[in-house]
C-alpha cells in the first residue's frame, strides 16, 4: 500500500471528479528478447518479471531505478516492429552523473544537450546544459540494442502543480498503524531508537508489504543493522 493507493479519486477545478488513471507500463518491441533483458540487466533496471507462458508468448518486465512506471518487452508481446516506439522520457536529478553511470554500464548515451528534447531527426537541439541550469532544460538521448529511445531529462524541480498531495489521513492512519506495531516490538526488546524501527516498517508498507510482513522487514533491519533483538 502506498499513501497515494488510498487516492481513488481528484477534485478539480471545475468541481468534476475523476477516477485516478496511473501509467504503469510502456511496451517496447524487440527482435531477441533475451538480449534486451541482458542489457536492461546490466543497466541495474529491476527484474519484475520473465514469464514464458507459451511457445512464441514470453512477458518480460523491468522497472528503472526509482520509478513507478515499468516496461514490458518479449516475445509475440507487440506487431510493432523493433525500434519503432518512439522516445521514452527518464527524468534524473544530475544529467552528468546519471549519463556517467549508464556508460558505465554499457549504454551508449548521447553528449547532454539543450533546447528541444523532443524533436525530429534531432533538430533544435543544442550542445551543452542549459545554460541557466533551469530544470526540464538539460537532455541526453540513448536507444537499447532494438533502438528503442530513451530521453534523460534533467529535472531538480517541479512545475507547479506536478506534484502529488498526500493524502494526509491516510499518511496519518499508516503513522498510527506503525506506531502500534513498535509498540509491541518495543515492549520485548532492549532500549533504541524508535525511529530505527519505524523507517523500515513504514518503507515496506509503501511498497506495498502487508503488515505481517512489514513487521518481518523491521525486525530483521534492526536485528541486523543494529543488533536489536527481543529478549
Not at 148 to 160: A, D, G, H
Request: hydrophobic share 35%; proline share 6%; glycine share 10%.
Amino acid at each position: 500500500m502506498s499513501t497515494t493507493d488510498t487516492i481513488t479519486t481528484e477534485t478539480r477545478s471545475s468541481g468534476t471528479r475523476t477516477s485516478d488513471l496511473k501509467l504503469e507500463v510502456a511496451v517496447l518491441p524487440v527482435a531477441d528478447a533475451d538480449r534486451a533483458k541482458a542489457f536492461y540487466t546490466a543497466l541495474g533496471w529491476r527484474e519484475d518479471a520473465d514469464f514464458p507462458i507459451s511457445e512464441g508468448f514470453r512477458v518480460l518486465q523491468f522497472t528503472p531505478p526509482g520509478s513507478q512506471a515499468s516496461i514490458i518487452f518479449g516475445t509475440g508481446v507487440t506487431p510493432a516492429t523493433p525500434g519503432a516506439g518512439g522516445a521514452h522520457l527518464l527524468t534524473v536529478d544530475d544529467i552528468e552523473a546519471a549519463r556517467a553511470e549508464l556508460i558505465e554500464r554499457g549504454a551508449d548515451v548521447s553528449e547532454v544537450f539543450h533546447g528541444r528534447g523532443f524533436s525530429d531527426a534531432g533538430q533544435g537541439r543544442i550542445p551543452g546544459k542549459a545554460p541557466d541550469g533551469q530544470s526540464y532544460g538539460s537532455f541526453a538521448t540513448f536507444s537499447d540494442p532494438d533502438g528503442n529511445e530513451f530521453l534523460l531529462q534533467e529535472v531538480t524541480s517541479r512545475l507547479p502543480g506536478r506534484v502529488e498531495q498526500p493524502d494526509i489521513e491516510a499518511l496519518a492512519g499508516l503513522l498510527l498503524e506503525t506506531a502500534l506495531a513498535h509498540g509491541r516490538f518495543e515492549a520485548v526488546t532492549p532500549e533504541h531508537n524508535w525511529w530505527d524501527w519505524y523507517a523500515p516498517y513504514f518503507a515496506a508498507r509503501e511498497q506495498g508489504s502487508t503488515a505481517e510482513q512489514a513487521t518481518e522487514a523491521a525486525d530483521r533491519y534492526m536485528k541486523e543493522v543494529h543488533g536489536v533483538v527481543p529478549r
